[in-house]
């Protein structure tokens, strides 16, 4: 077993050309993902750019912005945006810290791993509760799957501190 070690002191600055206040450091990596941690310091900044893989940021602690395309959004802890291939992204701070994982998907797109997927595999049918009722129906083989559009909504964003009612509970 090998323990990775990442966080406080283990970091070093990080980013594209034109970044600042970002530190990184890469927890693994292989020729088809590359793991890492960073830590953006108030008003941070990964400056947008493009890469040929898909990632996906995932906010673990504090929140800023990030951005797809002309794109900007919130972002905050428990929340994520998958980056896509060959579109430019970024991400920054405000007054406040953000700590990320980003996930990098290295073979889409004339990556290290020379076009392959990541995982291949085949989806099939699935009747709802088949499993719950000790079933095990399996769909044909070469059915097409279905799918509905799943409901959901993002999470409530945590109230900034000048916006937080002392009086609604526990104090900041």
């Given amino acids: ?13 990080d980013g594209p050309p034109g970044t600042q206040g ?9 020729d088809r993902t590359i793991v890492a941690e960073l830590a953006f310091g108030r008003f941070a900044m990964i400056t947008p750019h ?7 940021f995932v906010v673990i602690s504090g929140g800023g912005f990030v951005q797809v395309g002309a794109e900007r959004s919130r972002i905050n802890h428990g929340e994520a945006v998958v980056w896509p291939p060959d579109v ?22 004339g990556g290290p791993a020379g076009g392959e997927h990541l995982l291949e595999g085949k989806a099939v049918a699935v009747e709802p509760d088949a499993g719950a009722a000790g079933g095990d129906a ?3 083989p070469d059915a097409r799957p279905t799918s509905t559009r799943g409901e959901g909504s993002l999470a409530q964003r945590q109230p900034l501190r000048d916006e937080y009612d002392a009086a609604e509970g526990e104090p900041w």
């Avoid at 970002?22 to 292989?30: F, Y």
């Avoid at 430019?88 to 797109?109: C, F, K, N, Q």
């Fill in 1 to 13: 077993m090998e323990i990775r070690r990442f966080g406080p002191g283990h970091r070093r600055a």
């Fill in 22 to 30: 970002v530190s990184g450091q890469v927890i693994h990596s292989d």
């Fill in 50 to 56: 493009a890469n040929p893989n898909t990632a996906l």
């Fill in 88 to 109: 430019p992204h970024g991400a920054y701070t405000d007054g406040s810290e953000m700590r990320a994982i980003v996930i990098e998907m290295l073979g889409g797109g």
């Fill in 138 to 140: 399996p769909a044909e």
